[in-house]
């Protein structure tokens, strides 16, 4: 039994990042012996066991053949024969088929040394095709490390979507490798390399609703002020229609705070750029509008998006913003079950009546 060290956390080693989560592979054991050694099978889809001290992951070293569609569509053979280069020639690129061994000695057998000094995203063999998951990692892969993606590499992605295996694609998995993405340094090259390669209409139709060019600015502007993964997400769609954000949190099965955020942004955006004219009454109902009053805390994202929308058109004004919680803060103040038992007959009009004197108060009060 030899035990190697794989995959990201090699390459980030060799990269000199910081390394989260390591991975290993074991080759020339089985599972009863894993076993016997204490460790715990968790694996479902291939023999995977937990280390019974540190909890780590090890996988019995595998090969792969493909026999259907998509990435679910694979036989796994898992056997003390398969040798550790049969293992990393099943990996997706040959910066991610690095293993090291307990030495510390390098295994390398498909130059992802090499890639990883050339900033190149090159695959491993002609297998990558079968994954249709790879087409995004290589995107995110690209975000998270400005690495070029070598041309028959994609080729290679060009062809997994003019052939439909991108269609192939669950949408848990796509909000996965986005999320993950949106959340690099430069995330508008996944957009870049999946328009690139065909795949972007493909997996977010909604990206012809969209002005493209308006909707990376502001993705930028989110990630340049290191802003959530909610607001990076509901930036992207602030600039179009709510149809086109619930449509792509719906396909993707977005998470609720990042597609509430979106649909919200999308919907109410080009009224909070006016909040700096509006009057009194129009934010008092802007606020109710977004449910500002009984969760105040969507308003701070929110307004997050929308600054990151605005800057992307060039029409940034900080004092949106301040005069938005002076107003929020305002209104709140107003004692709403004061105001209901003085005016029992018509509640809503006259707590909505109180908040709007409150907050004429306030913005004519000087700063």
Known sequence: MKIYTVGGAVRDELLGAEVADRDY????????????????????????????????????????????????????????????????????????????DQAGNIIDPFGGAADLAAGVLRHVGPAFVEDPVRVLRVARFAARYGFRVAPETMALMREMVANGEIDALVPERVWQEFAQGLMTATPRRMFDVLAECGALPRVLPEWRQLEPARALAALDAACARGLALPVRFAALFAGTTVEAAAQASARWRVPSDCAGLAVLAAGRCPRIRQAFTASADALVDLLQQVDAFRRPERLQPLLDACECDAAAVGDADPQRRARLMRALAAAQAVDAGAV????????????????????????????
């Open 25 to 100: 592979v074991v080759v020339g054991a089985t599972p009863e012996e894993m076993e016997r050694l204490g460790f715990k099978a968790v694996g479902k889809d291939f023999p995977v066991f937990l280390h019974p001290g540190s909890h780590e992951e090890y996988a019995l070293a595998r090969t792969e053949r493909k026999t259907g569609r998509g990435y679910r569509g694979f036989t796994v053979h898992a056997s003390p024969e398969v040798t550790l280069e049969d293992d990393l020639a099943r990996r997706d690129l040959t910066i991610n088929a690095i293993a090291k």
């Open 340 to 367: 209901a038992h003085a005016s029992p007959a018509d509640i809503a009009a006259a707590v909505r009546a109180a908040r709007i004197a409150a907050v004429i108060a306030a913005l004519a009060a000087p700063t």
